[in-house]
């Protein structure tokens, strides 16, 4: 393995106070991405999630004697795909290892993955920080398939466990990261930016409750300006906020075991959720414990330049150029830009909306309206009950002063729960914004005359005009244009 070299520059906004002194905290990630397929890494079997328990097992999967494996090409492409996403270097040639260790849900008494040569080289992911702010640049070490093991049923029987093979021999990418990262929210952001980055790209899916992306989490500490600690892995998270309180969790462990005159011992650490701590699994295994040399039935895996070129030439837009470009063409903040791209599915809605109006406008709209209103509901966009093409044209509504910022609010509340077309519920309820002045004089002559004190009162104090605003606009339904009534009121009370 390469050196590790640490790329950062110390933060002290991100130390960490001991009982003794500052602390930083150092983390690395190996992110178990499964591959989007629809067989097996080396096997035709299906790769779908959930069925019945050993209903996707092949021969191969079942590692019966005899039984050998053929390499799957779409997962291949995938992993370059992937690699092509992380701007990393491809290699044209890896080598697939045997990895041996004995469980019951792993058949063949080991692994197929990529040891000293893995498919992926060196990339990077840029990250924002949501609630730091600014950006850190992430390293990606290497990108390595490996097939991912069956899973063992220990709930079934009181004295019996199950082993279900349906997972054995999915394919997975191993996304290794530089120990780059230095607080929980750093780590937090940049699981989230890979994962939205893979579900743009399609290589995998991201669904994190399905078991889909999980993340062995590597914590180191040290004092600033030192070189690095000790590290413990916490194997296996797989949500992105256990992940930051597992950092947190052990972070402070940590700093408490050096502050007593301790030392960290390297190991295998779980993290327990419903404790909220991490606890002792085992000590680390090292890789010669795994007795890896390269796999007797497969060939060196190979493919040429073109073959790399041709798949590239495929790639969607990915998430840091739709933002560059939604910021550029749409005048966006680079904080809407980022909220908008987070989803595919959402940026469409967006560009929807978007075409050929106001982008800010739009960007308001869809994030503060839409985007409020699906989250109160559990929905996403793909289920939203107002569609682009009718938030559009509330848009339109008010861009043309037919209607009022405040009634194109229940306008957006009438389409969500009954459906329609926005103009022509406006033209059937009769919500028009009244900017007819005679309509709207009317209105404030009543309220003048039936407010002779509050009259005085505003005369001598300008700002009571608000108040008259409001009554205005009670007395027109809401409808009164705001900007005429503010105008007539001023000349008409001699403000
Ligand atoms: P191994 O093969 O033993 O798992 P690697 O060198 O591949 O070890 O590193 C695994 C992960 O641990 C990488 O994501 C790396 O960034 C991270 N890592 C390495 N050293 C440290 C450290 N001192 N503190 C935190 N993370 C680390
Ligand atoms: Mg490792």
């Known amino acids: 393995m390469n050196a590790i070299v640490d790329t950062r520059t110390l933060d002290p906004k991100k130390l960490i106070k001991g009982a003794t002194g500052d602390w930083e905290v150092i983390i690395g990630l190996e992110i178990h991405a499964q591959v989007t397929s629809h067989a097996k890494l080396f096997s035709g079997a299906s790769a779908e999630y959930g069925g019945e328990p050993n209903a996707h097992v092949s021969l191969v999967d079942a590692a019966m004697p005899g039984m050998l494996p053929v390499i799957n090409e779409e997962c291949v492409a995938q992993a370059i795909r992937t690699g092509l996403g992380l701007k990393a270097e491809i290699n044209l040639r890896s080598v697939f290892d045997r990895k041996n260790y004995f469980y019951p849900d792993l058949p063949q008494g080991y692994q197929i993955s990529q040891y000293k040569s893995p498919i992926v080289g060196e990339g990077e992911v840029i990250v924002d920080l949501p609630e730091s702010g600014g950006q850190i640049t992430v390293g990606i070490e290497r990108l390595h398939l490996e097939q991912d093991a069956g899973k063992s049923l220990h709930d079934q029987s009181p004295s019996l466990s199950f082993v279900d093979l349906n997972r054995s021999g999915v394919a997975l990418m191993e996304i290794v990261s530089k120990p780059d990262m230095r607080s929980s929210e750093e780590a937090r952001a940049y699981v989230t930016k890979l994962r939205t980055i893979l579900r743009y790209l399609g290589t995998c899916d991201g669904n994190m409750d399905e078991g889909s992306l999980r993340a062995d989490v590597n914590v180191s500490v040290r004092r600033p300006g030192e070189g690095f600690g000790t590290r413990c892995e916490i194997k296996n998270v797989n949500s992105i906020r256990f992940m930051g309180q597992a950092i947190e969790y052990e972070a402070r462990r940590q700093i408490g075991v050096l502050e007593d005159g301790g030392k960290i011992d390297q190991e295998t650490r779980l993290y327990d959720a ?222």
């Open 274 to 495: 419903s404790k909220g701590e991490t606890r002792s699994m085992r000590s680390k295994e090292e890789a010669h414990d795994y007795r890896y040399f390269p796999d007797p039935d497969l060939l060196p895996l190979e493919f040429t330049q073109d073959y790399v070129n041709e798949l590239a030439s495929h790639l969607p837009e990915l998430p840091d150029d739709k933002k560059a470009r939604f910021i550029k063409d749409y005048g966006l903040t680079a904080y809407d830009a980022g909220v908008l791209i987070a989803e595919q599915d959402q940026a469409n809605y967006y560009e929807a909306v978007a075409n050929g109006r106001d982008g800010k406008m739009a960007a308001n709209w869809v994030i503060n309206e839409l985007f409020g209103r699906l989250n109160k509901e559990g929905k996403d966009v793909s289920t939203s009950p107002v569609s682009a093409a009718q938030l559009g044209a509330i848009v339109d509504l008010i861009t043309e002063n037919v209607i009022s910022g405040k009634l194109a609010k229940d306008l957006f509340e009438i389409i969500w729960t009954e459906g329609g077309d926005p103009r022509q519920v406006v033209e059937t309820r009769g919500m028009k914004q009244v900017t007819d002045t005679g309509a709207i004089e009317k209105a404030i002559d009543a309220v003048i005359a039936a407010n002779p004190d509050k009259v005085a009162q505003a005369q001598a104090k300008p700002t009571m005009i608000g108040w008259f605003v409001g009554m205005v606009m009670k007395e027109t339904g809401g409808k009164a244009n705001p900007q005429v009534v503010n105008d007539l009121l001023k000349a008409k009370l001699g403000i």
